[in-house]
């Protein structure tokens, strides 16, 4: 047996926007994989702000509906990350597709609310983390066409079961296709978690010193993609567009 065969701890967000700095979490779910079967826990949070038309029309969540049906952000803040601190601190792998940007807001909505980070918690940085944009950068880095959640899904052949950006089903997904990422390329779960950690931190860094040497060719403004990974330390540096 190695790590693909759990347990294996998946996590996504769907936010009211793409900047994991400013933004909120509007919905999130969490999906446990392991000998045991499957278990799923969704929270829909009313992030106290309003919900823009555009991030509305992604997830399916107005502002109406989260405010007469979410819970207290600091109540469901505190129940996601007590299940995420107990997988880190279980070196249960966090799963979660451009991991990033779900993990730097989950730390971002925790300060926000005065309420103590994962990482305060666990006393070092957030590890193992597994993601399967960043695998897949690193396996087929010159592979041409987007790599969106979608796009994955269907150049692995996983079958989506439900509507995209729905967290629950995004995790879904994502879990399936770390599973056929491991099929196809074996290297990875011949890798110990810390060591396939790190490797994913390198690669990440490499793809996006790659991408911002691409921008400047390009002429294009901007800071371009954090180098940092799995959490975007600088709001200036990070890739605020979430891929799903």
């Known amino acids: 047996m190695t790590w693909i065969d759990g347990p294996l701890l998946g996590f996504d967000t769907e936010t009211t926007g ?22 799923e826990r969704t929270w829909l949070i009313n992030p106290g702000v309003e919900i823009p038309e555009q991030a509305a029309a992604i997830h399916g969540i107005s502002t109406e509906h989260a405010r007469g049906h979410g819970m207290d952000p ?13 997988a880190f601190s279980r070196n ?31 006393g070092r940085p957030l590890a193992p983390v597994l993601d399967p944009l960043v695998i897949d950068r ?16 269907g150049h692995y052949g996983v079958q989506e079961s439900g509507a995209l950006h729905t ?4 995790v879904a ?16 779960i011949e890798r110990s978690l810390v060591e396939l950690h790190g490797w994913q931190s390198a690669k990440h860094r490499e793809w996006a010193a790659g991408f911002n040497e691409w921008r400047a060719r390009q002429g294009l403004d901007g800071p371009g ?20």
Do not use: M
Request: proline content about 5%.
């Open 18 to 39: 793409v900047n994991p700095f400013r933004d909120r979490i509007v919905t999130a779910a969490l999906v446990g994989r392991g000998k045991h079967g499957t278990e």
């Open 74 to 86: 600091r109540v469901a803040l505190r129940e996601i990350s007590n299940e995420l601190t107990a």
């Open 92 to 122: 249960i792998p966090v799963v979660a597709y451009n991991a990033a940007f779900d993990l730097t807001i989950i730390e971002r909505e925790l300060e926000r609310h005065r309420l103590p980070t994962i990482g305060e918690r666990l």
């Open 138 to 153: 690193g396996v087929d880095r010159y592979r041409k066409g987007k790599r969106k959640l979608v796009d994955l899904c």
């Open 167 to 170: 967290a629950d089903v995004d």
């Open 173 to 188: 997904a994502t879990l399936d296709v770390l599973a056929a990422q491991a099929q196809v390329h074996p290297q990875i």
């Open 225 to 244: 993609a954090g180098l940092e990974w799995p959490l975007h330390t600088v709001e200036e540096g990070s890739p605020t567009a979430k891929t799903a």
